[in-house]
């Protein structure tokens, strides 16, 4: 829904790290987004809570070393987990050099993202479901592109009975994309100057 809203409204060029069930690495994702020279990267998940239906809404990832909660350090650990890359390869350097390198490059990238987030919750106040907290930080490496802005957005979690009827409904569906495409919007329009 979001990618055809995009694509009608010729807000941004849109392509997909994938577009069925298949697994990519979180490496894979976000270097697909840096050979595309992509200038926005949005990862969208659905979160789930296990046995802990209650927990429920949207939120909002950017990059951060430090977790924003202890939550964000768990979940970023079971996202970072799954993967079996060490981020960003930089050949012929070592793992410290290059931590450096991607930390200085990240700067602005990591300031654009923050923009980006901020714009999202801005946009979605009142249309979607957000958690308490839900704009968090956390070391993903899905959003470890130096050189892209990126988001992660968890769309609610599949645990919480209303929001995997939100998720599944047509009418969540349009929700989110018409908010995510006017946050997309805006965000290009502020980079543009405008």
């Known amino acids: 829904a979001l990618r055809d809203r995009l694509r009608e409204r010729g807000i941004a060029r849109v392509a997909l790290t994938r577009d069925d069930d298949r697994y990519l690495l979180h490496a894979e994702r976000y270097e697909i987004a840096r050979r595309l020279e992509a200038d926005l990267f949005l990862s969208i998940h659905a979160d789930s809570a296990g046995d802990i239906g209650e927990v429920t809404g949207a939120s909002i990832y950017t990059l951060s070393e430090r977790a924003s909660s202890q939550a964000a350090a768990i979940f970023a650990a079971r ?47 009142g249309q979607l479901e957000f958690h308490p907290q839900a704009r968090r930080s956390a070391a993903l490496r899905v959003l470890r592109a130096p050189d892209t802005p990126s988001v992660l957005f968890e769309s609610g979690f599949i645990s919480n009975q209303d929001d995997a009827r939100r998720l599944a409904s047509e009418e969540g569906r349009a929700t989110f994309a018409e908010v995510m495409a006017n946050a997309i919007r805006l965000y290009f329009a502020r980079e543009a100057g405008e």
């Open 79 to 125: 996202e970072n987990a799954s993967d079996t890359l060490n981020g960003v390869s930089l050949a012929g350097e070592s793992e410290s050099v290059g931590d450096i390198l991607i930390e200085l490059s990240q700067r602005r990238t990591q300031e654009q993202s923050t923009e980006f987030a901020e714009l999202i919750e801005r946009v979605g106040e």
